[in-house]
Nanobody, 122 residues
């Protein structure tokens, strides 16, 4: 059974940083991603990483501020978020797919975590 557990969300002031972590069990070295959903909006792609870590993609809105990485020895993917803005406020979800190839569409991912709230105050 595949399970994902996110952690690291919280409340931070604009310009601050947070680091999200996601531990996955039951699915190793598969492509993983971070997505987010703000109130009243669709869930959107933030960053994804291939099974090897060799391919990474970012949404334009976070490029240069967020960094996705993974430690396959720990079955963990991270999202380092710097220079946070109020518009980054959302529930952040970790997801994994049944392939090593990273894609940016939410429909490409089979399993999702429960989400962690990130709130950025102005």
């Amino acid at each position: 059974q595949v399970q994902l557990a996110e952690s690291g969300g919280g409340l931070v002031q604009a310009g601050g940083s947070l680091r999200l972590s996601c531990v996955v069990s039951g699915r190793t070295q598969s492509a993983m991603g971070w997505f987010r959903q703000a109130p009243g909006k669709e869930r959107e792609f933030v960053a994804v990483i291939s099974g090897s870590g060799g391919s990474i993609y970012y949404a334009d809105s976070v490029k240069g501020r967020f960094t996705i990485s993974r430690d396959n020895a720990k079955d963990t993917v991270y999202l380092q978020m710097n220079s946070l803005k109020p518009e980054d406020t959302a529930v952040y979800y970790c997801a994994v797919r049944s392939s090593r190839v990273a894609v940016t569409s939410t429909t490409g991912y089979d399993y999702w975590g429960q989400g962690t709230q990130v709130t950025v105050s102005s």
